[in-house]
C-alpha cells in the first residue's frame, strides 16, 4: 500500500514540475532552488547580513535549503524552513530578515529547458551565483546575461504522511 501511495506521489510530483508556472501562481508551496551552474542549491544558516548562498561542494540534503514560497502582489516572498528568515534584497545582496514585513518580494519565469529566473520584478536583476569564495558563491541580484549562474531548477518539496 505504501508501494502504490509513493508511486502515485511520484507521478504527481512529475506532473507537477511539467507545470510548476501554473502551481506556483497558484499558492504557497515549498521548494529548493538549485542553480544550474553549480548542481546545488541555496541556502541559509543565520539570520541577518549573512548573504544567501550556494555551496560548491556536495551537502545537499538539509532544511536550511527548503524554502516556502508564499504568493503575494506581484510575485513571491521566500522564507527558509530551518532559520524562519526571509530573503530581503539589501542594496544587492540578498539576506534574510526575521521580519515577513521586510522580505523582498520576487518574480519567478520560465526560462527554458527545465530552467528559471527569479528577479525582482519590473526590473532587470535577477538571482546569480558569485564566482566561489571558500567553496560556496554568494547569491546576489545582478543584470540579467543568460549564464548559468543566473539560472535555476526548482526542486518540489513534498511531505508524505503515512497513516
Known amino acids: 500500500m505504501l508501494c502504490n501511495k509513493l508511486l502515485v506521489l511520484s507521478s504527481l510530483f512529475l506532473a507537477t514540475l511539467a507545470q510548476l508556472p501554473r ?6 508551496q515549498s ?10 542549491s541555496v541556502r541559509s ?14 551537502v545537499n540534503g538539509s532544511e536550511h535549503e ?8 506581484g510575485g513571491y516572498t521566500i522564507e527558509n524552513v530551518a532559520t524562519g528568515g526571509f530573503i530581503k534584497a539589501e542594496d544587492k545582496r540578498l539576506v534574510t530578515t526575521e521580519s515577513d514585513g521586510d522580505a523582498t518580494t520576487f518574480a519567478i519565469s520560465t526560462a527554458g529547458e ?7 520584478p519590473y526590473e532587470d536583476l535577477v538571482w546569480t551565483v558569485q564566482d566561489p ?8 541580484l545582478s543584470p540579467s546575461v543568460g549564464s548559468d549562474a543566473q ?3 526548482l526542486d518540489k518539496v513534498d511531505e508524505c504522511y503515512v497513516d
Do not use: C, M, R
Not at 31 to 40: G, I, L, R
Not at 45 to 58: K, S
Not at 114 to 120: A, C, D, E, T
Open 151 to 153: 539560472l535555476w531548477y
Open 31 to 40: 521548494a529548493k532552488f538549485v542553480n544550474k551552474h553549480s548542481d546545488s
Open 45 to 58: 544558516y543565520t539570520l541577518g547580513t549573512e548573504n544567501i548562498f550556494v555551496p560548491f561542494v556536495a
Open 133 to 140: 569564495v571558500n567553496y560556496q558563491g554568494a547569491v546576489i
Open 23 to 28: 502551481e506556483v501562481a497558484s499558492g504557497d
Open 66 to 73: 527548503e524554502w516556502d514560497l508564499s504568493k503575494t502582489q
Open 114 to 120: 527545465g530552467s528559471y529566473v527569479i528577479k525582482l
